[in-house]
């Protein structure tokens, strides 16, 4: 079984966000990047295809060249290559097009993608990325088996779960439980060693163009200071969350 980990390069949630640009362009100075942690549920997954059924597992990234330490850190964890198209991704459709292009020549049975990335949290990518392939999907995935050709998934819907069967090829959009949190992986020095020696592909991007571009980010606004009422004041309590707040 060959298995294709899509891996988003994402801040770090402990970074300080800011823009430059007159605030239309993402600024990377003093950031901290990490794997995007819903595709690290998926390629914990992928690894345990690889330990249990003898998968093959390749990584994917879209992005320039400082993604690389990011694939690097996958291929340290148990992924038998990588691949990095070269790209800036600005564009959900233009990620699942490149993407599209490496699930055919690579003829992948299982394509693994995070639900949605940390960054900007579209949630489009694998959907579009099954459309443009036209494979089987499933999204919001929590449990994931494969025997032979066909998978028995677990998905989150509104009110509980769901299991679904599908035959391969199929592409999955995971999340948080596709592992247990106490099951993902740290890079050992082992790992980190023999990622050195492992294949990291660099390839162009189509000429497809990004259809969308932002216009502009802009944070959300700072917290309010705290008032405290005394325990004793109900009524001015009930003045503040009644014609302030607005919550009564």
């Not at 299982?110 to 579209?122: R, V």
């Not at 189509?206 to 325990?231: C, G, H, Q, R, Y």
Request: hydrophobic share 40%; with cysteine; aromatic share 4%.
């Amino acid at each position: 079984m060959k298995i294709l980990v899509c891996i988003s390069h994402v801040p770090d949630t402990t970074s300080k966000i800011n823009f430059t640009n007159g605030d239309t362009e993402f600024d990377k100075n003093g950031v901290q990047f990490v794997i995007n942690p819903n595709d690290e549920f998926g390629l914990t997954r992928a690894i345990w295809f690889k330990e249990k059924q003898n998968a093959n597992v390749t990584v994917v990234n879209i992005g320039e060249a400082e993604t690389e330490a990011t694939l690097r850190k996958a291929l340290a964890i148990g992924a038998d290559e990588a691949i990095r198209i070269n790209a800036n991704p600005t564009d959900g459709m233009f990620v699942a097009k490149q993407l599209a292009e490496v699930v055919k020549q690579g003829n992948y049975d299982l394509i693994i993608a995070g639900k949605e990335s940390l960054d900007y949290n579209g949630g489009m990518v694998p959907g579009m990325l099954a459309g443009l392939l036209g494979y089987n999907f499933i999204n919001s995935c929590t449990g994931l088996e494969i025997e032979g050709s066909n998978a028995k998934a677990i998905r989150e819907i509104d009110g509980g779960k769901e299991t679904l069967t599908a035959s391969l090829p199929l592409i999955i959009g995971g999340q948080k439980g596709l592992v247990e949190e106490k099951d993902l992986r740290i890079p050992n020095m082992r790992g980190i060693m023999m990622a050195r020696s492992k294949a990291l592909t660099v390839i162009e991007s189509t000429s497809d163009n990004n259809l969308t571009k932002a216009v502009s980010f802009e944070k959300p606004a700072p917290k309010s200071a705290v008032k405290l009422i005394n325990a004793d004041n109900l009524d001015e309590l009930i003045n503040l969350l009644h014609n302030e707040a607005k919550v009564i």
